[in-house]
T-cell receptor, first 111, second 113 residues
């Protein structure tokens, strides 16, 4: 069964550094999402992406964040200048119909 | 925007007993309500979902009920087993296939022997 994949599984970075989180959505899916989950808290929506543009973004998704689908398979989340509070698990998700399938996540730790 | 409340935050049941988790949502336009199970350090996995035109759905030991008028939906797990122990999240989605999911705060279910 096809799955959403994400790399890296863990990322440790210094505050102020740029990070790029990568996702490969399920191949025939059309809609892509990034969510984050701070340790012990609920999953929070960051951004949705369809037809090569952002469909919706949350208040969390400020100018430090950007998303890109550089080719036909990858979907990336870039954080330009990381802050301590960006430490979280970042999940990519994709769907064509209603069910959103989640990737295994990237645990980001900002020191 | 949508707001989803979930209760209880923790739930401990004995193996074989039933577990019920309840959620309420605020946006009457929401029309799709999935439930995800998340084991420690793992991705959320869909276990069951319900659409707004359906009042109840069952899949083996798991069932979900939806009351659109009251804007609440519930997850029912019968004959609980230790492997049901996990965090369960409800979510609500607005109209449109690309709409985001708004998650509840999660329920940590512990099934004891």
């Amino acid at each position: 069964e096809p799955e959403v994949t994400q790399t890296p599984s863990h990322q440790v970075t210094q505050m102020g550094q740029e990070v790029i989180l990568r996702c490969v959505p399920i191949s025939n899916h059309l809609y892509f999402y990034w969510y984050r989950q701070i340790l012990g808290q609920k999953v929070e929506f960051l951004v949705s992406f369809y037809n090569n543009e952002i469909s919706e973004k949350s208040e969390i998704f400020d100018d430090q964040f950007s998303v890109e689908r550089p080719d036909g398979s990858n979907f990336t989340l870039k954080i330009r200048s990381t802050k301590l509070e960006d430490s979280a698990m970042y999940f990519c998700a994709s769907n064509t119909w209603e069910t959103q399938y989640f990737g295994p996540g990237t645990r980001l730790l900002v020191l | 925007g949508e707001n989803v409340e979930q209760h209880p935050s923790t739930l401990s049941v004995q193996e074989g007993d039933s577990a019920v988790i309840k959620c309420t949502y605020s946006d009457s336009a929401s029309n799709y309500f999935p439930w995800y199970k998340q084991e420690l350090g793992k991705r959320p996995q869909l276990i069951i979902d319900i659409r707004s035109n359906v009042g109840e759905k069952k899949d083996q030991r798991i069932a979900v009920t939806l009351n659109k008028t009251a804007k609440h939906f519930s997850l029912h797990i019968t004959e609980t087993q230790p492997e049901d122990s996990a965090v369960y999240f409800c979510a609500a989605r607005g109209t449109g296939t690309a709409s985001k999911l708004t998650f509840g705060t999660g329920t940590r279910l512990q099934v004891t022997l």
